[in-house]
């Protein structure tokens, strides 16, 4: 029988790669998400838990007829993240969608994306399982400040709940709000890739 703690970790997949992607430019390393070893990466950061599920939450991206091109790369970029985690043992959660839109850059058009829907569903989702006493120990990785109601909702239903940063970016919010915080360091995130 183990002795660590059961937990779920929730991972907010866009915010998640906004910030490996920010750490990689710092460190001048080109290098794609979908060459990441996510469990690599958790593994010391989280070796007193025993996660039970990995969920990795993301929007899903759909054909728009203006933006043909590049929503069918963005596309096929899910598809090959999502196959990528699976086999690394993680749940590929949908919530919400990516809007495109055109936008004026310096007099010049482009098309840009965003995902609306995603937080809102990871927070459901923590909430619940908090409620139905389905989960003890919560690791949310995210530096969303708009989760810290759920965070605070989360510890009155009496679930511990851990956030997991960023150690050059953490969000001093969630280390507040959350039970305890593991932040992850550079070095940690550069030895996870391939």
């Not at 001048?28 to 070893?37: G, L, P, R, T």
């Not at 530096?143 to 965070?151: F, I, N, R, W």
């Amino acid at each position: 029988m183990s002795s660590k703690k059961q937990g779920i970790l929730y991972i907010d997949g866009e915010n998640l790669k906004h910030y490996i992607k920010k750490i990689l430019e710092k460190h001048s390393k080109i290098k794609s998400f979908v060459e990441i070893d996510l469990n690599l990466l958790l593994a010391s950061a989280l070796e007193t838990i025993d996660i039970r599920d990995r969920r990795f939450y993301s929007a899903k991206v759909r054909l728009h007829p203006s933006f043909e091109k590049k929503s069918n790369e963005l596309i096929q970029k899910q598809r090959k993240l999502k196959t990528l985690l699976e086999k690394q043992g993680f749940y590929f959660v949908i919530g919400g969608n990516v809007r495109g839109q055109k936008v004026s850059v310096n007099g010049k058009e482009k098309i840009v994306f965003h995902e609306k829907g995603v937080d809102v569903k990871l927070a459901v989702d923590m909430v619940s399982d908090a409620c139905d006493k389905k989960v003890e120990t919560i690791i949310l990785c995210s530096s969303d400040s708009d989760l810290q109601p759920a965070v605070s909702e989360v510890k009155k239903r009496g679930a511990e709940i851990i956030y997991l940063g960023f150690e050059s970016q953490p969000n001093k919010g969630l280390i507040y709000t959350c039970n305890r915080s593991i932040l992850i360091r550079d070095a940690e995130i550069l030895k996870a890739f391939k």
